[in-house]
């Protein structure tokens, strides 16, 4: 199986901050990585696919990189609304998340 | 759109027995892969099963093969999760997905709002 392990599993920032929040996976994954936010109570909903492609609807200040084994999730200015939890997902074999990094204040 | 609304969560005893229900309207449920997922307190979603869009294909967790089966009917636009010989440790939120495609790559959108399973004796 393919393991997932995120870095920082918290981070603390303020509005108008550059966080960048990384994604390893366990062997090549090709750019089949997806990345998902999560505010308490509510299910995940996914920001970005295919390692750097930004969903429909998803604000042009967060963005993906990577590819192989090492990945990025960037949100280049935070806003009071990007404060949530995050998930990285691998769909090269199956499915795999991240265990999340939480972005708080 | 797509919407998709989970019940029959519930607390039962180890061992028991529960089947989860996702209901989906707005767009044509048999023309996709749909998954469950779930989500202990404070932890990372787990990929639980998914089904292919007429049935016949389904994908287990290790953790989960043997015990759960998923199944789907399509006149009822409905995605079902049997789960067997429940433990402790299957306690948490569960929630349908849609696999969704985008050049080449597949992700989970939407999800359903989540209903709570909990086994504890």
């Known amino acids: 199986d393919i393991q997932m392990t995120q870095s920082p599993s918290s981070v603390s920032a303020s509005v108008g901050d550059r966080v960048t929040i990384t994604c390893r996976a366990s062997?090549?994954?090709?750019?089949?990585l997806n990345w998902y936010q999560q505010k308490p109570g509510k299910a995940p909903g996914v920001l970005i696919y295919?390692?750097?492609r930004l969903q429909s609807g998803v604000p042009s200040r967060f963005s993906g990189r990577g590819s192989g084994t090492d990945f990025s999730l960037t949100i280049s200015s935070l806003q009071p609304e990007d404060f949530a939890t995050y998930f990285c997902?691998?769909?090269?074999?199956?499915?795999?998340f991240g265990q999340g990094t939480n972005l708080e204040i | 759109e797509m919407q998709l609304v989970e019940s029959g969560g519930g607390l039962l005893q180890p061992g028991g027995s529960l089947r989860l229900s996702c209901a989906a309207s707005?767009?044509?449920?048999?023309?996709?892969?749909m998954n469950w997922v779930r989500q202990g307190p404070g932890k990372g979603p787990m990929w639980v099963a998914h089904?292919?869009?007429?049935?016949?294909?389904?994908n287990y967790a290790d953790s989960v093969k043997g015990r759960f089966t998923i199944s789907r009917d399509n006149a009822k636009n409905t995605l079902y999760l049997q789960m067997n010989s429940l433990r402790v440790e299957d306690s948490a939120v569960y929630y349908c997905?849609?696999?969704?495609?985008?050049?080449?790559?597949?992700?989970?959108?939407?999800w359903g709002q989540g209903t709570l399973v909990t086994v504890s004796s």
């Open positions: 089904i292919s869009p007429d049935g016949s294909s389904a």
């Open positions: 997902q691998q769909s090269y074999s199956l499915y795999t």
């Open positions: 062997q090549s994954i090709r750019t089949y």
């Open positions: 997905a849609r696999e969704t495609y985008g050049s080449g790559y597949n992700f989970f959108d939407p």
């Open positions: 707005g767009i044509t449920f048999s023309t996709y892969w």
């Open positions: 295919g390692a750097s």
